[in-house]
Each structure stands twice: as structure tokens, then as C-alpha cells.
């Protein structure tokens, strides 16, 4: 059987051979749905995310060359703050490793792959962040034209690791959450394929962090994976990669899974924690993170289907605690994340402190995008660098 487009709230299925990223009936996301086959025992090989997962990948046509060598990245054991904040086995997957510094890229690597199967010539999305200079730095690499769609209120400065790869940037004035519709029908209608981050074929891509962080810890499995979480695209993909690998016969139990939100704009907490089935948008985004800051996310209502079936849970932290545990993860392990990609740790942390996971549980914290893009929130950091003469250098180096 090929695979089918299926849509993840009334069940409507589509064809794979057109541009489908939502249910035309109710409006919500779908899922590329295939048949797994059972398998005997976890083993990966190749060169890139498609060849490498292929058993459970859909159908794409082989293209040499698109790979910059996105995932694949390092699981690494905490040194000093499992110690420090009392939890004995904790994993950073660092995803800031990735060809353009986040997650985003593994999702777009299979988003383009599948653009250029759909015969599209034309991409786009519509982001400020890590998504707009992941499709830009992929569609580059493609050949294929790039239109990135942001906010008029976005900075400048902000643009900059977006516009070097030269796609078409415009910025719009108007309410940025419909953007995302529009900009979904305009696409299906004029053949761009906006790979925004619940298309179903970022998904594919974005699904291999689980079969990674399985791969690395196998045969044991995570007690609890924490993950930064806006639109809901990434959380979603990791428990569809996770289901996947059961219905390969490959686990025997399933990592519970946290989405940690910021505090000061989360949709999907509140409706979690309220028990309702539709998230209401937050009129007034309120935190530094803006990367993890959708008011509105296009896939909040199939995380809150998908957690009656899944174990897991949402919760949230304020900006205080994403700037303490990044701080955390760079001076006490080496790895620098932006503070979004830490919302991670930070909320590991406070489940510790909250006592609602043991020190024996074996956790690992995604960390989603690297901090060198974004240092605006850490210009505190200026504040007293010591400058002395060097006639006193030796004098200061010894004075401990
Ligand atoms: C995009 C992004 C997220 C949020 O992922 P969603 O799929 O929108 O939930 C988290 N952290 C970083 C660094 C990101 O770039
Ligand atoms: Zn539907």
C-alpha cells in the first residue's frame, strides 16, 4: 500500500499526489499515514534522514544532493547539573547542531523533498525565527524560489540570519495569526508549497529526533522526554516517531512526553490544564520567547486530542526560569541555547523541585535551537567584565 493523507480529528482521507495540508471538511491538520512494518531489531543505516529511516519514511523519489547532514545529532549525558538539580541519568539532545541551528531543518529537508516530488518549484513560510532561515537555507541548496513571510513589527536585526540566504521577504501588516491560513490557500491555489510547521510532510522529517534519542539510550527507554513547545509540529512529530517504533514492535514501553510552553503566552497549557479540547488564542503575547510564542498554534487542538490517547502533559515556565536554565546548560555543560530551546531543562527543573519525577528517572531534555542567533536577551551579561592594565595581568590571574 502507498501511503494515504489522512486527516487527524474527522478521518477524511486524501490522495498524496496534491498539495493537501489541511482537511478541506473541518479544517484541521493531517498525518501521512503508511504501514510499519514489524521489526526484528533497531538498526539505522545511511547517508541522510530518508535513507537512513527508510522503513519508516513514505514514498519519496531519490534526489542527490539536498542533504546538509540535518539530525543525526549528539545525545549528550548531563556532567554537572544531574548533580546540581538531583535527577541521576539526564540527556540533552542537542538540536542546535542542526545545518542552520534548530530542529526546524530536519522537517524541511523532507518539506522540500517533497515540493520538488510535487513537481512545485516555489516554497515558502511564514515565520521570523529558525523556520523562515531553515526553508531559506534549504530552498537555496534546491534551486527553488523562497517566499518568507513576516510580521511588519519584526526587527530588522532579527531578519538577518534569514536574508542572507536571499529569499523573497515581505513583511505584512494585518493579524499575523491568519497569515498562516492565508497564506495556506494562496499557496494550494498558485502551487507554493508553504512548508509551514505542522505540514504533514515536515512531520516525516521532524518524527527521526525519536528514532535518535531510542537509538542512543536502547534497550533502555526515556521515563519522560521534555520538549519546547509553540505551534505543536515538533511535540507531535517525536510522538508519531514514537508510536511508529511500537508499532514496529520495537518498545516496550512509551516515554511519557512534556511540552513546556512560556508562561506568558500559552494556549495550549491553559486549555490542557482547564480540560478543554480547543485552545483559545492569547490576545496579548507577553515573554521573551519568541520562538515558542504562537498565540494562536494551528496544531494546538490535535495535541490536545492526541494527549487522551498518549501519555503526557503540558506545562509552563516563565522567562526568569528559560534565562536561568540557559545560563545553566551553557556555564555548567558547554552547550549554548537560545532560551526557548532550554524551556526544556527549565521545566525538567521545576517537575524536580515540584517532586513530579524521581531522581531515578531517566530524562531527556530536547534542546530545540542554538543560542547564537539570538543575543539580544543576554546583553546583561556586559555589565562587569574587569579591565585592568597589563603591567597588572599576573598580579589578577593569580588573585583566585
Ligand atoms: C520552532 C521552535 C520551537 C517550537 O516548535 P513547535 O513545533 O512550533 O512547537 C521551539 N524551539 C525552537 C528553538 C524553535 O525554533
Ligand atoms: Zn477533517
Redesign the pocket.
Known amino acids: 500500500m502507498r501511503e494515504i493523507l489522512k486527516c487527524t480529528n474527522c478521518g477524511k482521507e486524501f490522495s498524496t499526489d496534491a498539495l493537501y495540508q489541511r482537511c478541506d471538511v473541518c479544517n484541521e491538520t493531517l498525518d501521512v499515514v503508511h504501514k510499519i512494518k514489524k521489526q526484528k531489531k533497531l538498526s539505522f543505516n545511511g547517508n541522510n534522514l530518508i535513507e537512513k529511516y527508510r522503513s519508516f519514511m513514505p514514498s519519496f523519489s531519490s534526489i542527490q544532493g539536498l542533504s546538509m547532514g540535518e539530525g543525526n545529532t549528539p545525545l549528550i549525558e548531563s556532567r554537572y547539573l544531574s548533580r546540581e538539580i538531583g535527577i541521576e541519568q539526564l540527556f540533552f539532545k542537542d538540536e542546535s547542531r542542526n545545518p542552520t541551528g534548530?530542529?526546524?531543518d530536519r522537517g524541511t529537508f523532507t518539506g522540500i523533498r517533497r515540493a520538488i516530488q510535487l513537481g512545485i518549484k516555489e516554497v515558502g513560510t511564514a515565520s521570523t525565527?529558525?523556520?523562515a532561515a531553515s526553508v531559506s537555507a534549504y530552498a537555496a541548496r534546491a534551486g527553488i524560489k523562497c517566499h518568507i513571510l513576516v510580521s511588519k513589527e519584526t526587527p530588522d536585526e532579527k531578519l538577518i540570519p534569514i536574508l542572507v540566504y536571499q529569499p523573497n521577504l515581505i513583511k505584512i501588516e494585518g493579524d499575523y495569526g491568519k497569515l498562516y491560513y492565508e497564506s495556506l490557500r494562496i499557496g494550494k491555489e498558485n502551487g507554493i508549497y508553504f512548508i509551514n510547521?505542522d505540514d504533514p510532510y515536515r512531520s516525516e522529517g521532524s518524527k527521526t529526533i525519536s528514532f535518535e534519542i531510542i537509538e542512543a539510550l536502547y534497550p533502555r527507554i526515556p521515563d519522560y522526554i521534555f520538549v519546547?513547545?509553540?505551534?505543536?509540529?515538533?511535540?507531535l512529530s517525536l510522538i508519531k516517531g514514537i508510536e511508529e517504533l511500537n508499532q514496529a514492535g520495537l518498545l516496550d514501553k512509551f516515554p511519557t512526553i512534556i511540552g513546556v510552553q512560556a508562561k506568558g503566552c500559552a494556549p495550549i497549557y491553559n486549555a490542557f490544564k482547564e480540560k478543554k479540547m480547543t485552545i483559545t488564542k492569547i490576545p496579548n503575547p507577553n515573554t521573551i520567547a519568541h520562538?515558542?510564542s504562537?498565540p494562536f498554534?494551528p496544531s494546538g487542538n490535535k495535541l490536545l486530542r492526541k494527549l487522551n490517547h498518549y501519555p503526557g502533559s503540558v506545562i509552563a515556565v516563565d522567562d526568569e526560569q528559560l534565562l536561568k536554565a540557559q545560563k545553566l546548560l551553557a556555564s555548567r555543560e558547554g552547550v549554548f541555547s537560545?532560551p526557548?530551546?532550554v524551556a526544556s531543562l527549565a521545566g525538567a527543573i521545576m517537575m524536580r523541585q515540584q517532586n513530579k519525577i524521581t531522581p531515578h528517572d531517566r530524562i531527556v531534555c530536547i534542546i530545540?535551537?542554538s543560542g547564537l542567533k539570538v543575543k539580544e536577551v543576554l546583553k546583561g551579561l556586559i555589565s562587569n567584565i574587569k579591565c585592568i592594565n597589563m603591567a597588572d595581568l599576573e598580579k589578577t590571574l593569580l588573585n583566585r
Open positions: 534548530s530542529f526546524k525565527g529558525n523556520m510547521g519546547p513547545l509553540s505551534s505543536g509540529g515538533n511535540i520562538a515558542i504562537n498554534p537560545q526557548e530551546g530545540t535551537g
